[in-house]
């Protein structure tokens, strides 16, 4: 926080006024394209806080609509199981089916009779809400095709579960088919505001749709809005005209990439660069940009490095620091995180440092202080959701404790997820609970031996040259193009790059000069890859 001073008389005395003004985040995003991965770092100030790790095979994502059919009816639950494609039914609650599920019913019959041009919702004449204390057998059935929308994402054993309040999400607002109401986000203090913008969706939002206006549209002009508006409508009109031909499982209308998804909400003038390896999502990417901060364009560019992108910026060593069992954090102090089907623990030790009896408290308050800026930056990172139990070092003082539970709060006013943070317990504990609507982060950080795979015994060392030359020798061969890259860990690559004539330079006189060596600190010690310039790997 940056600090600002001024000062005014008043009856004689001199005030002094402090303001604090929050200092600027420089924030960036680095966006790995691999053949069967995408991968997404969100760096604030060169310090990585959210890591997103997606297979190239992922299905159901949250925001996205599916066409699906009811199996079960469950009324001891009040609960339906719904087919979507997924290879365990989806859970739709009653209470999820949404006030408006009458209307949504009637649009999805007329809908699938309709062969030409679909149905347009705002001609449509509502139904009644259906009864908030009603049960479910009384507005499904089995066999019956309902729209559904990913509410939170297969997590374990379980499959996705889902809502029939459909929504659809813009930069500015979101779009609620069905629903009627225009509501203001929270965050916007000015009534002013506030309501400038309520009467101003009111006018322009077409029948039979709600809206919801996010914080960033405050001070927005109505030809901005009215742009998105018209945008977000016709997301939803033109694959809802469509539905006459579709059968259940369908998609009906997907969410936007998890790349636009990300910087359609955190995007601001904090961000200074995008970096993405990729020409295709680059340019996709760029677009996006263009849509909802025409003159941020120029900050989307396109990385063409031979080392990998994260190795080039630093991101796979913090990585490898912040994901392992025990974190540290801040002069030897550390935590040990723990994960169990019920809840995370989360146990703040502080380390080698000084335990004097007349510096304990102070210091029990320094290392807590530190660690709940560290424990938000993990929940983040990890994607943890559920309850979270934090053991703080323990603190005799009721003020202590009250500061660290100020700190915690601060520290999550930049986690966009929903949560709740309980104040510490006489015994140094802190609840927390947040939204859960994927699957938490995991990445390993211990590597297996590559060449024993943990048994301990490994081959002769002297083997490992012969087979990385075999290796070389079968793609030369097996390929038209002698256009090859070796990946290897940087210890290896300074190994079979050292002296004159090197390892390395005997092979490319031998195998030819399009063979080239990149270290990536990706790979395990002895492990190494062989691919063509498209990254189609040739080493198997």
């Keep these: 926080m940056g600090i600002k001073k001024s000062s005014r008389k008043q009856a004689g005395t001199k005030v002094l006024i ?6 600027i985040v420089s924030a960036e995003l680095f966006v790995d394209v691999s053949p069967d991965e ?20 992922v299905q159901f994502t949250v925001g996205d609509i ?13 609960a339906a199981f719904v087919d979507v494609g997924y290879e365990k039914d989806a859970f739709l609650h009653y209470l999820d089916l949404g006030p408006q599920f009458r209307t949504l019913k009637k649009f999805l019959n007329i809908a699938k009779t309709t062969k030409k041009g679909g149905v347009a919702l705002h001609k449509m004449k509502a139904e009644l809400d259906i009864d908030k204390n009603g049960t479910i057998s009384e507005v499904l059935s089995v066999g019956q095709e309902v729209m559904v929308q990913i509410a939170k994402e297969p997590i374990s054993t379980k499959g996705p579960r889902l809502t029939s309040e459909l929504s ?28 400038r913008l309520k009467k101003l969706l009111i006018s322009i939002k077409p029948k039979n749709f709600g809206v919801i206006v996010r914080t960033v549209a405050e001070g927005k002009r109505v030809a901005e809005l009215d742009k998105e508006l018209k945008t977000l409508t016709r997301r939803w009109d033109e694959p809802t005209a469509k539905l006459f031909n579709l059968k259940p499982r369908a998609l009906v209308v997907g969410e936007i990439g998890r790349t636009s998804a990300i910087l359609r909400d955190i995007m601001s003038p904090s961000f200074n660069s995008i970096y993405i390896s990729d020409q295709e999502m680059c340019k996709e990417v760029r677009e996006y940009v263009g849509l909802i901060a025409p003159d941020r364009e120029k900050i989307v560019k396109e990385f063409k490095g031979d080392v990998p992108l994260f190795d080039q910026f630093g991101i796979e060593k913090q ?15 550390y935590l040990i995180i723990e994960h169990t089907e019920a809840l995370h623990v989360i146990d703040v ?3 080698n440092r000084s335990k004097n009896a007349s510096t304990q408290e102070n210091n029990a308050l320094d290392v807590n202080l530190a660690a709940a800026d560290e424990i938000a930056r993990q929940l983040r990172l990890r994607d943890m959701g559920g309850i979270i139990v934090v053991d703080f070092i323990d603190m005799q003082k009721s003020e202590h404790r009250q500061r660290v539970y100020d700190k915690m709060k601060e520290a999550m006013t930049s986690d966009r997820t929903k949560h709740n943070i309980l104040p510490l317990s006489k015994f140094g504990l ?14 390993e950080t211990d590597e297996t031996c590559p060449s024993c795979y943990g048994t301990g015994k490994i081959a002769p060392a002297i083997l490992l ?3 990385l030359e075999d290796s070389i020798k079968k793609a030369v061969e097996g390929q038209k193009s002698k256009k090859l890259t070796l990946k290897v860990h940087p210890y290896l690559g300074a190994y079979l790059t050292k002296g004159f004539p090197s390892v390395f330079l005997k092979w490319k006189f031998k195998y030819g000069f399009g063979l080239k060596m990149i270290p990536s600190a990706s790979l395990s010690f002895l492990e190494f890859k062989i691919t063509e310039d498209k990254e189609k790997r040739v080493d198997h």
């Design 38 to 57: 995408l991968s997404i770092a969100l760096l604030e100030d060169r310090r990585l806080v959210e890591l997103r790790k997606e297979k190239g095979d």
């Design 66 to 78: 599916y066409l699906g059919k009811v199996k079960k009816i469950m009324p001891g639950l009040n």
């Design 349 to 351: 030790n502080s380390g």
């Design 465 to 467: 040259e012969e087979k």
């Design 319 to 333: 990585i490898k620091s912040l994901f392992g069992k025990t974190v540290s954090f801040k002069s030897g102090a």
């Design 430 to 443: 802190m609840q927390i609970t947040r939204q859960r609507v994927r699957p938490e982060l995991s990445i």
């Design 18 to 23: 402090i303001i604090e003004i929050p200092t």
């Design 168 to 195: 659809i999400a813009g930069r500015n607002l979101v779009l609620m088919p069905f629903s009627d109401k225009v509501s203001v986000s929270q965050k916007i203090k000015s009534a002013e505001e506030r309501n």
